[in-house]
């Protein structure tokens, strides 16, 4: 748990590391248990702990760009739980996604459910690699190849699923995002229509 909550802060590395060898220590089970509650632990502490020192952090030199306040603007929005949701699919970051989120207004409930349902797929996959690992440490020694192909099988098939999540995850985090804009824009114009 500890781990997990020092890869949740940014410039930290390892999410993935630390999920297959959960998987490879504890089994489907038990790992994909103690990724789900240490993951989740993680990124509420360090969403807690991120916007309780914002104003003391340099975040808001990173976030100077149009860009990156569009992106804020729509993470805040009535969209917000769906692009969490579709970003936590993706491959971006852990500790950087966490920090993006920190620094939005986004929060609560929607905000950790989303985490949790977006995280879940990529998290059962990496646990159950990871608890392959070991059974494949048998058989590569009983029997070189059907272990070999077996191994090269699994893993061909994680990693189709993985890139598979993730363009999917991708073009709904895009569509997403528009749909947030053309909201905003619409709404924006409807405004000032209105006023003229």
Not at 4 to 30: A, N, Q, R, W
Not at 55 to 69: C, H, I, V
């Amino acid at each position: 748990m500890g781990l997990f909550l020092i890869v949740s802060f940014p410039v930290t590395i390892g999410y993935l590391v630390l999920i297959i060898t959960s998987g490879y220590l504890f089994g489907i089970v038990k790992g994909l248990v103690t990724v789900v509650v240490s993951a989740n632990f993680g990124v509420a502490v360090a969403h807690f702990t991120l916007k309780l020192l914002r104003g003391y952090l340099p975040l808001d030199r990173l976030l100077k760009n149009e860009t990156a306040r569009a992106l804020l603007k729509v993470i805040s929005g009535p969209q917000a739980f769906k692009i969490v949701f579709f970003a936590r699919l993706t491959p971006i970051p852990f500790g950087l996604q966490n920090t993006i989120f920190a620094v939005s207004d986004v929060g609560g409930c929607g905000y950790h459910l989303a985490t949790l349902l977006g995280l879940l797929p990529a998290q059962v996959i990496n646990v159950y690699l990871g608890s392959t690992l070991r059974s494949i440490h048998d058989v590569l020694h009983e029997s070189h190849l059907t272990g070999y192909v077996v191994f090269a099988f699994q893993i061909l098939i994680g990693i189709t699923l993985m890139v598979w999540v993730v363009q999917k995850a991708r073009k709904e985090l895009t569509i997403a995002i528009m749909a947030a804009e053309l909201g905003r824009d619409t709404l924006s114009t409807s405004s000032s229509s209105s006023i003229s």
